[in-house]
């Protein structure tokens, strides 16, 4: 028979999403009944945590409505193994696309050690300590905080997604400082997606493959990669991310990855990698909501010893709403010009400096590359997509695939993705042809910045 707990559970079920419920609700159980107190067991202190900020109320309203009496709960942490990771298997088993012969003689003896350094590659600023949690960004800093405190198990892989500036980076580092606070001799590897084709990239052509191998898929206890979404369309380095990361996940090392979309939504991403970045906790961050705006420029003016009078604080967040680096940068401004102008700061002066300069502008998009160069030379937007070499057509898909990797900052293979299914080195090729043709021909140059600068106020 169901306990008292399991039918309130069930009572809530239909009102919560699946994933919610199957997250955070599902493994909290009954352990006793005394009265009216429930003691309930977690599997996890962030579980906990979790259930009692944001879910405790709720199912303490349904317990009382269905038994008409109030009731209170007590609830501790047992811990439970982390599941076996058996999905990963059958594809294990299957043949690497390179032959690699694995010597336990001729490996490198582990990582390179680290005399008394954190990590490669973590920056100090970066720490859990100097984060601001809001509403914003909760989950994905709760969960963060919570695959170092338990790396390898509930969250694994941990996913964070959002745009661009808003602390994606900030908590990649800080799992890994915290990690290594909390053990120095923890191999942690961090990283950039981009870094990490580069050396595989190097290592395959310099047949130094095993040394690559062992530092991604053996010596290494935790990895950590930012914005994955770059390896998309590069189907080699996908595949040997591919390996790293069963490898890794197999032996129950904490792997997280950020990216500006969610898996599903990576164009060119494989099926089998994108699902797998689905198995563990898929957490977004948003722009910053005004409480937190207003909390991230004090605690960024207290760290560098700036005095801002709550006014000035609230002005500086209501001028600038995108992301937290654009509020970095505003707030530099505003205390640069008030020095070099030797005056106080306040809410006018904020507006004088800001008022101007206030570049709260949504990123340029490839589509808006596409639309701005086929207004300007004439043609159509299915023209550049397409594949005539006329020379009328070619070159403004050339500058079109040119700008959009200067500005939209997206990857060769996206762009050729975006134009049609092309190749990433014609995208390479038609970047490196515009860059040497505009430094020999005028109009093509002047086409070029006459158009960067439209995309620039546009956006
Ligand atoms: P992303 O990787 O998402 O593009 P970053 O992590 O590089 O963004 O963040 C941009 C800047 O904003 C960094 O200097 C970071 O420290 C700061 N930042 C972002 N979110 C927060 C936050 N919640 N609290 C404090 N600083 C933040
Ligand atoms: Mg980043």
Same mark, same amino acid.
């Given at each position: ?64 409505? +269905? ?36 010597h ?49 198990t509930?969250f ?16 990649l ?19 950039s ?23 991604y ?43 500006? +979309? ?7 991403m ?7 970045l ?8 948003q ?173």
């Open positions: 028979m169901a306990d008292i707990w399991s039918e309130a559970l069930h009572g809530l079920e239909p009102r919560l999403d699946r994933q919610t419920f199957d997250m955070w609700l599902r493994p909290i159980r009954l352990a006793s009944v005394d009265g009216d107190l429930l003691q309930l067991r977690a599997p996890n202190r962030f579980l906990k945590e979790w259930f009692e900020t944001h879910y405790l109320d709720l199912a303490l309203d349904e317990l009382e409505s +269905r038994h008409e009496r109030k009731f209170k709960v007590a609830i501790e942490v047992v811990e439970e193994p982390p599941p076996a990771p058996e999905r990963a298997a059958p594809e294990l088993a299957r043949p690497h696309l390179e032959v690699v012969v694995d336990p003689a001729t490996r490198p003896t582990g990582s390179p050690p680290r005399p008394g350094g954190p990590p490669r590659g973590l920056h100090p600023r970066y720490r859990f300590d100097s984060f601001i949690k809001g509403g914003c960004n909760e989950l994905a800093a709760s969960a963060a905080m919570a695959a170092a405190d338990e790396p390898g509930r694994n892989p941990l996913f964070i997604y959002g745009g661009v500036g808003l602390g994606k980076t900030h908590l580092h800080g799992v890994g400082y915290e990690l290594y606070r909390k053990d120095p001799n923890l191999r942690i590897v961090y990283l997606a981009e870094q990490f084709m580069n050396e595989f990239v190097t290592a395959v052509r310099n047949n130094e493959f095993d040394q690559f191998r062992a530092r898929r053996r010596d290494c206890d935790c990895l950590l990669i930012d914005d994955i979404q770059f390896i998309s369309g590069r189907d080699r380095t996908m595949d040997e991310f591919f390996h790293v990361f069963n490898a890794l996940y197999e032996a129950g090392k904490q792997i997280v990855v950020t990216a500006d +979309r969610v898996p599903a939504d990576m164009a060119g494989e099926e089998r990698l994108t699902s797998r689905n198995w563990g906790l898929v957490a977004d961050v722009p910053p909501d005004l409480e937190t705006r207003i909390a991230i420029i004090q605690t960024k003016a207290a760290r560098d010893d700036l005095e801002l009078s709550p006014q000035v604080a609230l002005s500086i967040a209501e001028l600038v709403r995108s992301n937290v680096r654009e509020l970095e940068g505003a707030l530099l401004r505003v205390t640069a010009f008030a020095q070099l102008r030797g005056v106080e700061i306040d809410a006018e002066f904020v507006r004088s400096v800001l008022g101007k300069t206030v570049t709260d502008k949504p990123p340029i998009t490839i589509e808006a590359v596409q639309k701005a160069v086929a207004a300007y030379f004439s043609v159509k937007i299915s023209e550049l997509k397409g594949k005539r070499r006329h020379r009328g057509i070619s070159r403004p898909r050339m500058i079109a695939m040119y700008l959009c990797r200067q500005l939209t900052g997206s990857s060769f293979p996206e762009i050729g993705m975006r134009f049609g299914g092309k190749d990433h080195s014609t995208v390479i090729n038609a970047c490196k042809r515009i860059e040497a043709l505009a430094q020999a021909d005028e109009d093509l140059h002047a086409a070029v910045e006459s158009l960067r600068g439209q995309l620039g106020l546009l956006s």
